[in-house]
């Protein structure tokens, strides 16, 4: 079973769901899940968590992401972009500086209301299972923060532009939103979610990196190099193996520490683990560096007693002993 992170490359068409269908047939295992939700018409980066790692999944959807995006101003749709039934049709009679300083008045934390087309639940029902049935209910505003936006073409009725933002942000209902700044009304026509940010320091996805589903269908049928074998996969095995990340590596920043033999059932059972369970010395499958038994961490990455990467564990003051967070057995 393929355990890890894999940054698979979502064309237009599909649902984020069928990309997590189609891998679970070219992989042929079940325990699969992706993070941040792509609507069908968007394309570009989507996390995948693959075996072990989709105990993850809730922990990279909370990371900011980078899109392009393309306006069409002067029409508004049903689903905000310009796939669905058209509502209405104005002219646009904005200037390009008029235009400009509406885009950038939404930089910053702004209250925006999600679209009708969504997978947010409302008393148990996705709100777009609604929109299908010709529902429309009051949705309240969720504050989202927009952390930059950089326009790039402005050739009305269109404008190009990139924005990072944070989780919960919906392209979409922002370009709805500018319309309504400029009176005329605005959909997405077009949207590439260029990257994600995910847990730990500095690990960023990239539409560069990422592989589509075919790339992915001939990576698992053809052998794996022998330069992309490393101490952590000595085994033979398929090309995917050097694309997919280990949920270890997804970490840096938190200190590596192994169990003693005494403590290894102990973390095997996810058990609380007290200072004497752990290993003074090497920190394994990382620096190399000395280090001593793990002092009272926010978190750190505990590896079995072979020095297998076994759980995330956090230090709790009240009873002096770390906690299990995540179990990866």
């Keep these: 079973m393929y355990s890890g992170v894999i940054n698979v490359y979502k064309e237009p068409g599909f649902t984020s769901f069928d990309v997590v269908a189609k891998l679970r047939g070219i992989l042929k295992q079940k325990k699969i899940g992706h993070t941040g939700t792509l609507d069908p018409n968007a394309e570009g980066v989507l996390v995948v968590c693959l075996g072990k790692a989709t105990k993850l999944c809730d922990i990279l959807t909370d990371k900011d992401k980078q899109y392009e995006a393309t306006l069409l101003l002067g029409r508004t749709t049903d689903t ?145 190099p022998e330069e992309c074998k490393t101490a952590k996969q000595p085994e033979k095995g398929d090309a995917l193996l050097a694309h997919i990340i280990a949920v270890d590596e997804l970490f840096p920043e938190l200190d590596r520490y192994q169990v003693t033999e005494e403590g290894n059932g102990k973390l095997l059972n996810g058990n609380i683990l007290k200072a004497e369970d752990f290993i003074s010395g090497d920190a394994p499958n990382g620096d190399g560096e000395k280090r001593g038994r793990p002092k009272e961490l926010d978190k750190c990455l505990v590896y079995d007693k072979d020095g297998r990467f076994t759980a995330i564990y956090q230090y709790n003051g009240k009873i002096h002993a770390w906690k299990a967070d995540k179990m990866f057995l």
């Design 80 to 224: 905000e972009d310009s796939s669905g039934q058209i509502l209405s049709q104005r002219r646009v009679d904005v200037t390009e500086e008029e235009v400009r300083e509406a885009i950038m008045s939404f930089v910053g934390e702004y209250d925006q209301i999600p679209p009708m087309y969504s997978a947010i639940k409302v008393n148990g029902k996705k709100l777009y299972e609604l929109a299908r049935q010709g529902l429309e209910i009051e949705r309240q505003p969720r504050r989202v923060v927009i952390h930059e936006i950089e326009i790039q073409d402005i050739c009305l009725p269109y404008v190009r532009f990139s924005v990072c933002c944070g989780k919960g942000t919906y392209i979409r209902s922002l370009c709805r939103d500018i319309g309504e700044r400029l009176g005329c009304g605005g959909v997405m026509d077009k949207l590439i979610r260029s990257s994600v940010n995910a847990a730990g320091a500095g690990r960023k996805f990239t539409s560069e990196d990422a592989l589509t589903l075919e790339e992915i269908e001939k990576l698992v049928g053809s052998p794996q």
